[in-house]
């Protein structure tokens, strides 16, 4: 077991220990027990909620390179080779330190602090063998996702940057056309700018950080912590659904989100627009200034999927050999929205000949069966229908 203190900035937490190797986490000690509950760890079960808050706060065992960077330093897991730095991320301002030590938050932060940005130049190449030269305490590490990916910091700021499974980037096209759509139905204050670049000879998107350095991000988990509704199987298991929205609107408002309503329905009118099944804790989530009560919902941030590509465990071309069939699944699948939610943002009509712009930029795609532009586009005008039917009802 290894011992560390959950730090908030300069503020002790709690002192616990963690296995390494499985990530279990216990408490020790309690420092601070009103800035604990903020966490949601003032409950009888706030080992298992601290377990889950750790392990979230490392690179997901469904990462596509997660092997090769813990092979590359001899790490155990992914909570050892972020208990090898300080746990320091860009989403808030928590952080590890060692028992007896003196360190800082204003000498280690990111935000007033570089890192090493070496291991993200090497992971986007691929060279991993690199790794080993380079200093675990990296943003990257502590970032959640599936994606092969990257922090960058230049004169503009800090930008994500997620590689491209495919070599030619073609569901890069979809997660594209998922933050136009966001942009024009939503305005861009509710979603975070997507855009698609070239890195090391790789297609990958571009996103800015949507925090600034006074600011800290709560993901699905620890909204669900803090409005004492972790156990609410309803939400957090991947799933979009009715029920799974209406939880997360009580998250939202338990929090000190005005307009969780409002917030929730275009999430899920954004799914049910681009075919976007995955709806995990790590896609949503709230933002506050430190030190203050209020919390607003995060904006749109997140567009992988988008517009059916991939369908999880479904390939392309059965997709296309079977357009019947998955026309049929989409309108049970994608048909849950709720009209008792808030709809006064929602004028559809902004999104009045996108169909044009879905078609022609899968259409681009030379990798994709000709078929697939117009299996979509006609999915999406399905979809569309049906949100403006929900919102003329409402």
Same mark, same amino acid.
């Given at each position: ?14 002192? %616990? ?5 499985? *990530? ?5 000690? !309690? ?17 298992? !909620? ?118 030619? *980037? ?108 995955? %709806? ?67 004028? !559809?009509?902004?999104?009045? *000949? ?26 999406? !005008? ?10 003329? *009802?409402?």
């Amino acid at each position: 077991m290894i011992e560390r203190t959950l730090m908030l900035r300069d503020q002790e937490l709690v002192d %616990f220990e963690v296995d390494p190797l499985t *990530g279990e986490a216990r408490i020790i000690d !309690v420092a601070d027990g009103d800035l604990v509950a903020s966490l949601g760890l003032a409950r009888d079960n706030r080992d298992r !909620v601290l377990t889950t808050l750790l392990t979230r706060r490392a690179l997901s065992s469904l990462r596509r390179d997660g092997g090769d960077i813990l092979a590359a330093w001899g790490a155990k897991s992914p909570v050892d080779l972020v208990l090898r730095g300080h746990g320091l991320s860009l989403s808030d301002q928590f952080w590890y330190r060692a028992a007896g030590s003196a360190e800082r938050w204003e000498d280690l932060n990111f935000f007033d602090n570089g890192w090493d940005q070496d291991f993200g130049a090497a992971v986007l190449a691929g060279d991993y063998a690199r790794l080993a030269a380079c200093s675990p305490d990296v943003p990257e590490v502590t970032t959640p996702g599936h994606a092969v990916k990257a922090w960058e910091r230049n004169d503009d700021g800090i930008y994500l940057v997620k590689a491209a499974e495919y070599p030619d *980037g073609a569901e890069l096209v979809g997660a594209r056309l998922g933050y136009e759509l966001c942009s024009l139905l939503f305005g861009e204050s509710h979603c975070v700018p997507l855009a698609v670049a070239e890195r090391y000879g790789r297609p990958c998107s571009v996103s800015p950080l949507m925090l600034d350095g006074d600011e800290e991000f709560a993901d699905g988990s620890r909204l669900c912590a803090m409005a004492d509704t972790w156990e609410n199987a309803k939400l957090g298991g991947g799933g979009i659904t009715t029920e799974a929205c209406d939880a997360l609107i009580d998250a939202y408002a338990a929090n000190g989100v005005a307009d969780a309503s409002a917030q929730v329905a275009r999430r899920a009118c954004f799914a049910c627009l681009t075919l976007l099944m995955d %709806f995990n804790p790590g896609n949503y989530g709230a933002i506050r200034a430190i030190g203050e009560g209020a919390w607003r919902a995060a904006p749109i941030f997140d567009y992988d999927g988008a517009f059916g590509f991939p369908f999880r465990g479904v390939s392309i071309s059965y997709l296309c050999e079977n357009p019947a069939l998955f026309e049929l699944f989409c309108v049970y699948r994608f048909s849950f929205l709720r009209p008792s939610w808030d709809w006064s943002w929602c004028d !559809v009509r902004a999104l009045d *000949g996108f169909e044009d712009v879905v078609r022609e930029a899968f259409d681009r795609c030379g990798s994709l069966p000709p078929v697939f532009a117009e299996l979509i586009t006609r999915l999406f !005008v399905a979809q569309r229908a049906y949100v403006r039917a929900v919102v003329a *009802g409402c």
